[in-house]
């Protein structure tokens, strides 16, 4: 079935390192991505999005690059901080129409910083 | 400023009885979710209302009702809580129009007993 997915489930980097999260999705058809953050008890929180006529986006330390071909997206965090640990989520949102305007979430990264 | 308010965060119930769970918005979005999420696990959506009309997911349990009375409000109905319905709840908005992101709420934390 149609399914957003992650490469690597936990994550350990060291502090000042750059960290790279994968994603795979299966849905040709999905044209906008988001990346989260959820910290414990939280809900998630937006980090940076991508439309599918775009390859690469950056934010404040943050870059998520796309790969149509491969059905690929990643994000990159520049110098990685303690702050940053926690769990990551890809989501697509697959197009505007009551059925389909929905944000479907893939299984997540945990990422932990080692200070 | 909270934009996607949820109550309460942290609700017990016992095994069958009926529970409400709520959300309300400031934002104005036209769409409302409701994500079911177990530990370690992502959130995995119900059912959504874009609008007035709602849209459940094919695997979304009877179980599980949803009633949008307006635009601001939108709560989830567990008629007959189970042992596996012990999960964050979390509630979320969009704009609707496709390329947009959702906003949380913090979620509910419901413990079935």
């Known amino acids: 079935g149609e399914s957003v997915g992650l490469h690597l489930p936990t994550l350990s980097v060291q502090e000042g390192d750059n960290s790279i999260i994968n994603c795979a999705y299966s849905n040709s058809a999905s044209d906008y991505f988001i990346w989260y953050k959820q910290e414990s008890g939280k809900g998630p929180q937006f980090i940076i999005d991508i439309r599918s006529n775009m390859d690469k986006r950056q934010g404040q330390r943050v870059t998520v690059l796309l790969n149509k071909t491969v059905k690929h997206l990643s994000l990159q965090i520049a110098a990685t901080q303690p702050g940053d640990s926690a769990v990551y989520f890809c989501a697509e949102n697959r197009g505007p129409a009551a059925s389909y305007d929905k944000v479907i979430f893939g299984p997540g990264t945990s990422l932990s910083v080692i200070p | 400023d909270a934009m996607v308010i949820q109550n309460p965060r942290y609700q017990v119930t016992q095994f069958g009885k009926p529970v409400t769970l709520s959300c309300s918005q400031t934002l104005n979005h036209n769409v409302m979710y409701w994500y079911q999420q177990k530990s370690s696990q992502a959130p995995k959506l119900l059912f959504h209302y874009y609008d007035k009309d709602f849209n459940n997911e094919a695997d979304t349990p009877d179980n599980f009702q949803s009633r949008r009375p307006n635009t601001s409000f939108c709560f989830l109905d567990i008629r007959s809580p189970g042992l596996g319905d012990a999960a964050m709840y979390l509630c979320?908005?969009?704009?609707?129009?496709?390329?947009?992101?959702?906003?949380f709420g913090q979620g509910t934390r419901l413990t079935v007993v």
């Open positions: 979320a908005t969009s704009v609707g129009q496709g390329d947009t992101e959702a906003f």
